[in-house]
């Protein structure tokens, strides 16, 4: 699939503006930005941009997107936009728009973070913009698959098979480590939409690539073996293997590193709810027990959704003592925007 504007606007998972308050439309612009007007652009500024990206990913996975998120926009709005207006070979031009692409998915995929479907959407779209009329098919891929992981986990999951669909076919020609970050994604939704058949195939395909991909020394990205393993524990549950989800989850986390507090709240918080499913209460409350200790130091909202859950599971079973001491601490630490 060419990342060309049809594709761009067909990718929208809701109907939402194509653009961002104060963005210019960038896609078949390119002529009309207004020499002069702003500084000369050179490399330096586009590995600035970068070097900015890699740091704020790095503060979002450490204490979550509710702080990165406005220091990423407001970079956006204050340093990209008129980098993306100056004067600049073509070259330079493109590996700006490459590279503010990689800054706006990220900015939407911490959006996605706090609740803001709607805002992640609009900026997940002006990154499949940006990365169309740069070329950059990576990043293209990267952000029709997070719509797909959005889609999936708000449980719209034929959109969501559309869109890791889509993300799949853009990239024809994937090294072993993005066909597995691709076909992941794929089974998860497969099995979301009952695909069976296609989610096993799917997940064998992943795994097959990854087991290629960690014979080699470059990474790509943040995929590697706990989310694989993440995915298989989401084909599992979502094809009625509650207990075969608990064990991959918890192979997940112990392959997971340490530093991504977001993500292990988040994960961890859905071990604990598939181990108190299955009826194993006290692997369920040292499951939480770990989520409390990390939970004070991120601020996310996705995370402050699990607390809340974790609470209203462990209701029912306040005259167990484990669940009321662990109840009782949650309660203190949780913010006064969740319920009691």
């Known amino acids: 699939m060419d990342p060309s504007r049809r594709s761009v606007i067909g990718a929208s998972l809701f109907s939402v503006a194509l653009a961002v308050p104060n963005w210019p439309d960038v896609v ?3 002529e009309a930005v207004q020499t002069g007007q702003a500084q000369r652009l050179g490399m330096p500024e586009v590995d600035m941009v970068i070097a900015m990206t890699e740091r704020v990913s790095e503060l979002d996975d450490q204490f979550g997107g509710r702080h990165a998120r406005p220091m ?3 970079f956006l709005v204050n ?7 100056a004067d600049a070979p073509e070259p ?8 503010a692409s990689d800054l706006c998915y990220l900015t939407g995929y911490m959006a996605v973070d706090e609740g803001l479907h709607s805002l992640a959407q609009q900026y997940y779209l002006k990154a499949l913009q940006l990365a169309g009329a740069s070329e950059d098919h990576l990043t293209y891929c990267t952000t029709l698959r997070g719509m797909s992981v959005q889609a999936v986990d708000l449980g719209h999951g034929r959109d969501a ?11 024809p020609n994937a090294g072993p480590r993005m066909r597995a970050f691709l076909a992941g994604q794929q089974a998860h939704a497969a099995a979301q939409t009952g695909q069976c058949s296609n989610a096993l195939t799917y997940l064998k395909e992943a ?10 020394a470059k990474t790509f990205g943040s995929y590697n073996p706990s989310s694989l393993t993440y995915h298989i524990a989401q084909v599992h549950y979502e094809l009625g293997d509650v207990r075969g989800s608990v064990a991959a989850m918890e192979q997940s986390d112990k392959l997971r590193h340490p530093s991504h507090r977001r993500t292990r709240v988040r994960y961890l918080s859905m071990l ?7 009826g194993h209460l006290d692997a369920a409350c040292d499951t939480w027990g770990r989520v409390v200790d990390i939970y ?3 601020q996310s909202g996705q995370c402050d959704q699990s607390v809340a859950t974790m609470r209203a599971r462990l209701r029912p079973h306040l005259k167990t003592p484990v669940a009321r001491a662990l109840y009782e601490r949650a309660r203190l630490l949780a913010p006064a925007s969740l319920p009691a």
Request: proline letters at 4%.
């Open 28 to 30: 078949g612009r390119m």
């Open 72 to 74: 990423a926009a407001a």
């Open 79 to 85: 340093t990209v936009v008129p980098y993306l207006k």
């Open 92 to 99: 330079v031009r493109k590996a700006m728009m490459s590279a």
């Open 161 to 171: 098979m559309r869109l890791a669909d889509a993300a799949a076919a853009a990239s």
């Open 207 to 216: 795994e097959t690539a990854m087991e290629k991909a960690e014979s080699r």
């Open 272 to 278: 604990a709810e598939r181990q108190l499913e299955i």
């Open 296 to 298: 004070p130091l991120v």
